[in-house]
């Protein structure tokens, strides 16, 4: 007990020091330079373009001096609020606050480390689960030197249960090891300012626990992967194929290629050509004009399927004319005309 | 009497406000947040958890962080 609370004291002393150093007061503050100039450019234009008579000028340079005043304002506003929001003189922690706190810290998590050389205090969460999915426990790792710097800490899976489409997202808040605060924020931000670590890790945790539907990195819907619209399994974002009519997700199996555009579909969207029996998609069938069956390209002459153009061929040969008929008889006399030669008369 | 008061759900700032004397957490915690409900809070004094009715002295701090917090897509 002792050389833990020697070792938290000591880290409350450097993490003091950190806050207490030079870095910790030196505020970026952005003045509206840029703009204040381009305010100065555009009355100055005014006034030439007044001096001058030219009204339509000096009027579209106001409106334009009007916008610029807008932005001036804006980018006062902003910085005023970033002064404002920086309050350490007020609420700054010392030394004993942040020892308090990470004592405290021991009671709220099931684990806590100081790595004095890495400069890192870190909490380790219970196991998450949301909406049935386990995400494991987490640690969330602050970096004492980086109190300022965003992010000042990290949020690492200590069993990582990774959406099937990206091992980086092991929290639908979470990717890269870099958390989302989402509602959060401007509390953790204050938190971190003012070096309440006790408030900073409790809020961290709390965002953990909580799921925000339809701002997740990955939904918990689809975490083990986007189901196969045909078989139900579960697809990888790698090994993803999509309906080329429908846009269903399919997987490699289910997906089927046209066999006249390749491209790739599912099962309600391709259909067999009525003769070869090959998979096409609705672009490459067409209808056979007599029996109005799907057939591919390849199985239709002149827009008639096989069968219908045989039909065709049959029923012009029927329809041909007599002569035709004649025409085709050998040359001669026929048998019948020979028989009918009178018999020759005696003298 | 005063006492230091940090509502996460907001703007999470840390404010010495000014309260009555004896006011219990669950008083305070309804004037603070009027809407919400203690339930849905976790209430910490002085970085511990307190019972509702517990009475709060001269130079306490509190912190009111709400169970449910959302995170985002950055």
Redesign the interface.
Known sequence: MDAINKTALRAAVLIHEQLSGGTRHALPIYLPDYSWNNIQRLRRQIDRARQRGWHGAAKRLTEDLASAMDDCRRELENAARTLQSC?PEQ?ASSASDIY??IL?LY?EFDEVNIDLDEHTLSVTTDRIVLEYVRLGAFEIRLDWRHLNASPAYRVVALDPNPAARSEDTTH????NQ???????R??????LA?C?L??FY??VS???????RG???VELDNWDGIPCTECGDSIDEDSQYYCDRCGSTLCGSCSISCQGCDNGFCSGCVSPCCHCGQEFCSSCLEDCSECHKRFCTDCLEAGLCQSCHEKQCNKEKEDDPPQNETSKRPAGRSRRSRQRRPAAVPA | MKI?L?N????????YVEVAEGITVEKLFADQIPHGKPQDY?I?VN??PVPANQALQEGDRV?L??????????
Do not use: M, W
Not at chain 2, 65 to 74: D, Q, R, S
């Open positions: 309050r609420h308090r706190d405290a009671d639908p808040h979470v990717h870099q958390f989302c605060e989402g509602e959060g401007t509390a953790i931000q204050a938190a003012e309440r006790h408030d409790v809020l709390q965002l953990l626990h909580t799921y925000g701002s997740a990195y | 230091l940090i996460n759900d907001g703007a999470g700032f840390a404010d976790l910490r970085r511990q912190s962080t709400p169970t449910k917090i959302e995170g985002a897509i950055a």
